[in-house]
Each structure stands twice: as C-alpha cells, then as structure tokens.
C-alpha cells in the first residue's frame, strides 16, 4: 500500500523559515515526478512546487519562486519543501503527491497519482 507521510509544518511568524518533508512507501519513487500543494480555508488547492524524478528539473508557482525550494533523496524517498521568508498568505494545509508517470514536473494536481494526509502551515503577521 502506497502512503505518503507530510511532516514539518507548525506555527512560524512572518519572515521565518520551515521545512516540510513527505516520507514515501510502499513503492519507491525514484524516478515518479513528485509534488507539493496546499490549500487555504475556503480556497481550492493549488500547485506550489514539483520535481522530476531526477531532481534535475523544478517548478514553482509565482507566488513561491525565491522563497522556497523543493527537493529530493531517492534513496530515501524522501521529498523535501524547504520554505524561507513565510508571509501570512502562506497559511495552509500543504500536501505532498506523487505521480507514477515520469518526465518534467507537472502543476496539474490531476495527473498526481498519490496523495498525503496534509500538514499544517501557519504564518502569523
């Protein structure tokens, strides 16, 4: 059975700095594009960070770009979201996902086939 497992979020005040990691099972991941989202009260999700299955490749949203950054250990199947100078906007539940398919990373939350349970950022003013 596949899991992803998001850890690191938690309550931080504007301008600091947290890391979210996402533990993969159950398969490994290695060469799967792999994904960060989040999503706010009352707003629908949305694509923040993606990484292919090597690494080489990256995406960010435009809200995000200089301020975080994504990250992988496939030896580990691990992904990683590295997120500096957090602003209040940033307050959400941040989810990892995965995507069998490989290639460039993708921001269509669509094609991700696996998803985590969420974990909790919050950015106080």
């Known amino acids: 059975q596949v899991q992803l497992v998001e850890s690191g979020g938690g309550l931080v005040q504007a301008g600091g700095s947290l890391r979210l990691s996402c533990a993969a099972s159950?398969?490994?991941?290695?060469?799967?594009?792999l994904g960060w989202f989040r999503q706010a009260p009352g707003k629908e999700r949305e694509f923040v960070a993606a990484?292919?299955?090597?690494?080489?490749?990256?995406s960010y949203a435009d809200s995000v770009k200089g301020r975080f950054t994504i990250s992988r250990d496939n030896a580990k199947n691990m992904v990683y979201l590295q997120m500096n100078n957090l602003k209040p906007a940033d307050t959400a539940v941040y989810y990892c996902?995965?995507?069998?398919?490989?290639?460039?990373?993708?921001?269509?939350?669509?094609?991700?086939?696996?998803w985590g349970q969420g974990t909790q950022v919050t950015v106080s003013s």
């Open positions: 990484i292919s299955g090597s690494g080489v490749s990256t």
């Open positions: 159950g398969r490994t991941f290695s060469r799967s594009r």
């Open positions: 996902a995965a995507d069998e398919a490989w290639g460039l990373p993708t921001k269509n939350q669509y094609e991700y086939d696996y």
